[in-house]
C-alpha cells in the first residue's frame, strides 16, 4: 500500500473515530439536561417527602405512604427513557456517546428491577407497604439517584463539580448493598401473600394452556440478584478506580 493510501486509510479512520467520540448534538443535549433536571428534583421532592414525614411522625415505620405516588411516578419515568428514547435511560446516551463510562446492559437490569418492585411487588402486595425494607430501598433510591442526575446533568454541561463526581464513583459502596438488601426482603415479605393468594398466577387448564406461577417467579427473581448484582457493584468499583484514580493522579502530576 502506497504511503498515500496509508494516509488516506488513517485520516478516515481518525474522522471515524472522532464521530464515535463526539457528544450528543445541541438538540439532545437540550432534552437530555432538562430531563436529568426535573428527575434530580423529583427525587429531591422524593427525600424531602421523607424527611417532612419523619418529623411529623416522630417514626419511620410507614413513610412509604408519604412519598408512594412521586415514587411511582419517577421510577417509571425510567421506562420513558428505554423504550422512547433508547440508549439513554440511566445514562445510556451519555454512556454511548463517551461522556459518561457506564454499562447498558447492567443499568438496564437496574432500571427494569425497581420498576418491578416499585409495581409488581410493593404496589400489588399492601402488605409489605409497612415493612422496614421498603424504606431501606427507597432511602438507597432516592440518595442514589439524586447523585446520579445530578452528576449526568453537569457532565452534560461540561461543568462537573469534583464533590459529585466523588460522590457518585463512592456512595455506590454503602448504597447499592443497602438497596439491594431492601428489594430482597421486600420480596420475600411478599411470598407468602402471593402464595395465598396465587397473585399474577394462571392455572391450568384454561384455553390457553397456558400457565404461570408468580410465586416462583419471584424466587427467580430474587436468584437472579446473586450472579447479576455482583456485576454490577465491582462494574462500579472499576469505574471509581477509572475515574477518580485519574483524578488522583492528574493533581499528583500538578
Known amino acids: 500500500m502506497s504511503a498515500a493510501a496509508q494516509g488516506t ?16 448534538g445541541a438538540l439532545a443535549t437540550a432534552y437530555l439536561v432538562i430531563y436529568n433536571v426535573v428527575m434530580t428534583a423529583g427525587w429531591l421532592v422524593i427525600a424531602v417527602g421523607l424527611v417532612r414525614a419523619y418529623l411529623a411522625r416522630g417514626s419511620y415505620h410507614g413513610l412509604y405512604y408519604s412519598i ?5 411516578f419517577f421510577q417509571t419515568g425510567a421506562l420513558l427513557e428505554i423504550f422512547v428514547f433508547p440508549c439513554n435511560a440511566f445514562g445510556f446516551y451519555l454512556s454511548c456517546s463517551g461522556i459518561v463510562p457506564s454499562s447498558v ?14 409495581w409488581a411487588v410493593t404496589h400489588s402486595v399492601r402488605e409489605v407497604q409497612s415493612e422496614d425494607s421498603v424504606l431501606l430501598f427507597v432511602t438507597a433510591w432516592t440518595v442514589t439517584e439524586i447523585i446520579r442526575y445530578s452528576f449526568y446533568t453537569f457532565s452534560l454541561l461540561n461543568h462537573l463539580p469534583y464533590l459529585i ?11 447499592y448493598p443497602m438497596g439491594v438488601t431492601g428489594e430482597l426482603l421486600t420480596i420475600y415479605a411478599a411470598l407468602p401473600y402471593v402464595q395465598k393468594t396465587g397473585l399474577y398466577s394462571v392455572t391450568l387448564p384454561n384455553k390457553y394452556n397456558f400457565s404461570f406461577d408468580y410465586y416462583s417467579f419471584l424466587i427467580l427473581i430474587m436468584i437472579s440478584y446473586i450472579p447479576l448484582f455482583p456485576q454490577l457493584y465491582f462494574h462500579m468499583l472499576r469505574q471509581r478506580k477509572k475515574v477518580l484514580g485519574r483524578t488522583e493522579d492528574y493533581s499528583k502530576v500538578e
Open 9 to 24: 486509510s488513517k485520516a478516515a479512520h481518525g474522522d471515524v473515530a472522532s464521530k464515535k467520540k463526539k457528544g450528543p
Open 68 to 72: 408512594e405516588k412521586p415514587l411511582k
Open 105 to 118: 446492559v447492567l443499568t438496564g437490569f437496574q432500571v427494569l428491577s425497581r420498576v418491578f418492585l416499585t
Open 165 to 175: 463526581k466523588w460522590a457518585r464513583y463512592t456512595f455506590f459502596i454503602l448504597l
